[in-house]
């Protein structure tokens, strides 16, 4: 039975920061986990529901562009109105050129006046309230302030008293009240400073509704500032007390991955999550004044429809813009041929269309509905197609415009015809996009069919009369997806993945929460010889992440796995010429190559851990400096991202000048704990 789709809107979610320092073990084929827990705090269901959600991380603001100003206004006082507060990107605490501040101007008369000022957390625009957190949860208030060389200091030598407190949501008072208060020192007047503020406790409204942002009075009451004030902020961090959860634990089922182009579902807020690849290629792929087009997909695997009933697998075409996953919904002109599984293993194919109706889908699973003159709405199901099993080839053949005939598994077919105005709306360009989506929520089971997958082993698209291949991709002989010709068009990422014809590779599985944990793998454990497990596909369904492990890193016999928390300790500089090599003595392999003077060249720094493997969850500012007193460079630290950066040659312009022996140094500028790393002697050529 057919279902109708809505949209799929996308939810925001909040990541989460973990300090676990478990590890847990896996043994294939005869299979041991280890689970280490740790007691979850916090309040009973009952009264946490009355509550804004704890904050999982810190709240940090850079401001290096405009965009991160932009709710950022004075409230009342001096300057009222709710006016914008300016962005300068001549100022920044890190002397970024690329990066910029929060200008604060005060413009103080004589007489005692005051000024508050705030920004929240959601950032979208003034009173931007869309991300609310229990204010309680916070520790401290950080943030960098520089104040005007020009501006006179009190009578006791600093800048005077600078109020600060937490917004509260509806912005009573100012978001206030503003009881706690910090100094600014006169030294901000000759660099940047910055200020570590408690946060207050007990506040009425802090938990409940919760805080939106931050914000800050100054006055001049007490006869201090008797002109105006300029200063500027910069690097604001709102730090959190997070409450710390239990670790990973790795699942006893591994399982074999089937090769081909696997379509997951793997958002559990929403059945109606559209899993697709569309062909990138717009023109010349359409049936209009063609002969025998034909349009095809090959099911290698299909959820059992007895218990995931009305799964899909689809092709869609339509006239555009074609950039969203829910083209049955979004766009004008469609037609989509849907397969969905049946009680007792049979599938049946359903041929559907709509011209001249955005932004709906409720007229496609009816009979054909065409009231109106053309260029209204038109829209219906013309025919459907049953066969014995969804596994094998369905394709849609489309001749001399309006005669059609469907094929599936086992020789099944029915032809039909559609109206010439229907096929008139599908002239070049057009988007194919052919993929999957689950359809069923359960009132058993909240994932419904989430969490199940269709596996296709070839897509295609042909022109019988000019004997030409329009689209033809046969996943099985494919290690990854060909985005040269295709691309993802899916309401959730990491839903798309071509597994290569790897017999012996493995789904490895895990629970989730899991940041900062990484999979390890071994065949003898003896020799403790663990080797990190770099998976191309890994996705999360059901409060698990699953990862593809190739069997390069597996034996025949047995297989052990296991999660482990590292730590970013150290920096890791490579120069040209060298390659990573995590877990060997030195971390890497290869001999620098010479460099002319002058001339520029790339250098990539790794954070690492003590085993030299990188941490993908490292953001920190890195600084290079050398051993040669020449060395060129911007002068500013660059930013990591994904645990590594690339000081590429055309950007950073890294060069050396004096010929010899010379070396690199990187250091952390955000965390001066972490060891900093000196690179292996190059030499410079005159």
């Known amino acids: 039975m057919s279902q109708r789709n809505e949209p799929d809107a996308p939810r925001p979610l909040i990541g989460e920061k973990k300090k676990i320092m478990k590890k847990n073990l896996l043994k294939l084929p005869w299979i041991c986990a280890l689970v280490a827990g740790a007691a979850l705090i916090g309040f009973p269901a009952s009264v946490r529901a009355a509550l804004a959600p704890n904050p999982t991380e810190n709240y940090t603001n850079t401001f290096d562009t405009v965009t991160d100003a932009a709710s950022w206004i004075y409230w009342y006082g001096v300057t009222g109105g709710n006016s914008q507060i300016l962005w300068d990107a001549t100022k920044d605490a890190a002397t970024n050129s690329a990066s910029g501040s929060l200008a604060i101007n005060i413009p103080f008369g004589t007489s005692g006046n005051q000024q508050v000022?705030?920004?929240?957390?959601?950032?979208?625009?003034?009173?931007?309230?869309?991300?609310?957190?229990?204010?309680?949860?916070?520790?401290?208030?950080?943030?960098?302030?520089?104040?005007?060389?020009?501006?006179?200091?009190?009578?006791?030598?600093?800048?005077?008293v600078l109020e600060y407190s937490l917004v509260r949501s509806g912005t009573p008072a100012g978001g206030g009240p503003f009881t706690a208060t910090v100094r600014i020192p006169g030294a901000a007047s000759n660099g940047w400073v910055r200020l570590n503020m408690p946060v207050p406790v007990g506040i009425d409204g802090y938990d409940d509704p919760g805080v939106m942002g931050v914000g800050f009075k100054y006055t001049s009451y007490s006869g201090y500032p008797k002109s105006t004030i300029s200063f500027w902020l910069d690097n604001l961090q709102v730090q959190a007390s997070v409450i710390q959860a239990p670790p990973p634990s790795l699942s006893t089922q591994i399982t074999s991955a089937n090769p081909g182009l696997n379509l997951l579902s793997t958002s559990a807020a929403s059945e109606f999550q559209r899993t697709s690849v569309k062909l990138i290629n717009q023109t010349g792929i359409g049936f209009v004044g063609q002969s025998d087009v034909t349009y095809s997909m090959t099911i290698k695997e299909f959820p059992d429809p007895d218990v995931y009933p009305n799964y899909q697998a689809h092709i869609f075409f339509s006239t555009g813009p074609g950039n969203s996953p829910s083209l049955d919904y979004n766009e004008t002109n469609l037609i989509w041929l849907n397969v969905q599984g049946n009680a007792g293993g049979g599938a049946t194919a359903y041929f559907r269309y709509k011209i001249n109706e955005p932004n709906s889908n409720s007229n496609l699973f009816g009979a054909e509905y065409t009231v109106g003159p053309v260029g209204t709405p038109w829209a219906g199901q013309l025919t459907n197609l049953t066969a014995a099993t969804p596994i094998g080839t369905w394709s849609m053949t489309f001749n001399q415009d309006t005669n059609v005939t469907l094929n599936g598994p086992g020789g099944v077919s029915t032809s039909f015809t559609i109206r010439p105005e229907v096929a008139a709306a599908f002239v070049d360009p057009l988007n194919l996009a052919i993929g999957a989506q689950p359809n069923r929520p359960s009132e058993s089971n909240p994932l419904g069919n989430v969490g199940q997958k269709v596996v296709l082993a070839d897509i295609g698209a042909t022109n019988g009369g000019t004997?030409?291949?329009?689209?033809?991709?046969?996943?099985?002989?494919?290690?990854?997806?060909?985005?040269?010709?295709?691309?993802?068009?899916?309401?959730?990422?990491?839903?798309?993945?071509?597994?290569?014809?790897?017999?012996?590779?493995?789904?490895v599985k895990w629970s989730l929460p899991d940041t900062g944990f990484y999979l390890e793998a071994a065949t003898n454990l003896a020799t403790n010889a663990w080797l990190p497990v770099s998976s191309a596909a890994t996705f999360s369904a059901g409060g698990f992440r699953t990862a593809l492990v190739p069997s390069s890193v597996l034996s025949p016999e047995k297989a052990f796995f296991r999660l482990v928390k590292r730590e970013f300790t150290k920096l890791q500089i490579l120069l040209p010429g060298e390659t990573a090599a995590p877990g060997t003595p030195s971390g890497k392999t290869g001999t620098p190559t010479p460099q002319p003077a002058n001339a520029t060249f790339p250098v990539v720094v790794n954070a690492v851990d003590s085993n030299w493997v990188r941490i993908t969850s490292v953001t920190d500012q890195i600084s290079l400096s050398s051993s040669d007193p020449g060395f060129t460079w911007p002068g500013f630290p660059g930013t990591m991202a994904g645990g590594t950066i690339t000081f590429d040659a055309e950007t950073w312009q890294l060069a050396f000048v004096n010929a010899g022996s010379q070396t690199i140094t990187a250091t952390d500028v955000t965390d001066g704990s972490k060891t900093a790393d000196t690179s292996s002697s190059v030499t410079v050529t005159p």
Not at 130 to 141: A, D, K, P, V
């Open 117 to 160: 000022f705030f920004g929240t957390f959601g950032n979208g625009g003034g009173f931007d309230g869309s991300i609310l957190y229990n204010g309680n949860q916070f520790t401290n208030i950080v943030v960098d302030v520089l104040v005007d060389p020009s501006a006179p200091v009190s009578s006791v030598g600093d800048f005077g």
């Open 467 to 507: 004997s030409t291949s329009l689209l033809f991709d046969n996943f099985l002989a494919d290690s990854t997806l060909n985005t040269t010709n295709l691309s993802i068009l899916a309401n959730a990422a990491n839903t798309v993945f071509v597994y290569p014809n790897d017999p012996g590779q493995k789904l």
